[in-house]
């Protein structure tokens, strides 16, 4: 603008397509529009500019079991650790027993040896004791196998969700690494559970799991062909921030996003 005119608002365009992103894209003050001069990030055709925070996944095989396959390299030893997986635009589920409802607790178990630790300790926001049929499926995992698999408890009104440091299989108790937020069945008998992330639960169709060595499985749905399968799981955990800093006054102002779409975040 000329000498002492106010700036002019400023529109960013986005046509039709994927915007592939690897982390959030971060605003700051400076990028702040006014009050008359707003800044606007808009699809040119509303829904069809897709901002992308997920990397497609390729070179899938069928294996003998009837699920597909393929070798994510990034994702050996942790380096690209994800828990989502969409396939064909659907969100996959990570495999998980059982498949539907729950599994439930039997008793506390709050005295006894702390697997990472060896020492007694106060268990009682870590351990509980399920029915041993519930649990055989986990019998026998090698301890790095048994870490990666997740428990989630059914709280009253919340969930939380815990890796295990250790399975005593005589007492079928499960100790978890860390705490819920209150001790197991403090609400009530019976508290209800799910475990995931194990290559027995991979069962039932649209089921995934991703091995420690980067081997990915997957089970397809009806209808669903190896040829076409268009996988995607997220390397970037948002997609916008919005950095001000309201201690100094900095605040990021008179942004609008319109039209856009967003699709494949993280979340560990």
């Not at 069962?203 to 499985?217: K, N, S, V």
């Amino acid at each position: 603008s000329a000498a002492g005119e106010s700036p002019p608002p400023v529109t960013v365009s986005f046509a039709p397509g994927r915007y592939p992103i690897t982390e959030a894209v971060s605003f700051t003050p400076a990028d702040s529009g006014t009050a008359a001069a707003p800044v606007v990030y808009r699809a040119t055709e509303p829904g069809t500019a897709v901002i992308d925070g997920g990397r497609g996944i390729t070179g899938w095989k069928k294996a003998a079991d009837g699920s597909w396959t393929t070798t994510v390299a990034e994702a050996r030893d942790g380096r690209w650790t994800f828990e989502q997986l969409w396939v064909n635009g659907k969100r996959a589920i990570r495999a998980r027993e059982p498949d539907k409802f729950y599994h439930y607790m039997r008793h506390q178990a709050p005295h006894g040896i702390d697997p990472l630790t060896g020492q007694p300790a106060n268990r009682a926001n870590r351990a509980f004791a399920g029915r041993p049929e519930d649990l055989l499926p986990l019998a026998g995992l090698p301890a790095g196998a048994l870490h990666d698999v997740f428990l989630v408890a059914y709280h009253s009104w919340a969930t939380s969700r815990h890796r295990i440091a250790g399975l005593d299989d005589k007492s079928a108790t499960v100790i978890t690494t860390g705490p819920a937020c209150w001790p197991f069945l403090q609400w009530g008998p019976s508290q209800r559970y799910h475990l995931e992330n194990f290559r027995a639960a991979l069962d039932q169709p649209g089921e995934w799991f991703l091995a420690a060595d980067g081997t990915l499985a997957y089970l397809p749905r009806p209808g669903e062909t190896i040829e076409d399968i268009d996988a995607v799981a997220p390397v970037a955990d948002a997609f916008i921030r919005i950095n001000g800093d309201p201690a100094t006054g900095g605040f990021v102002e008179h942004l609008r996003f319109e039209g856009l779409a967003f699709r494949h975040s993280q979340y560990l």
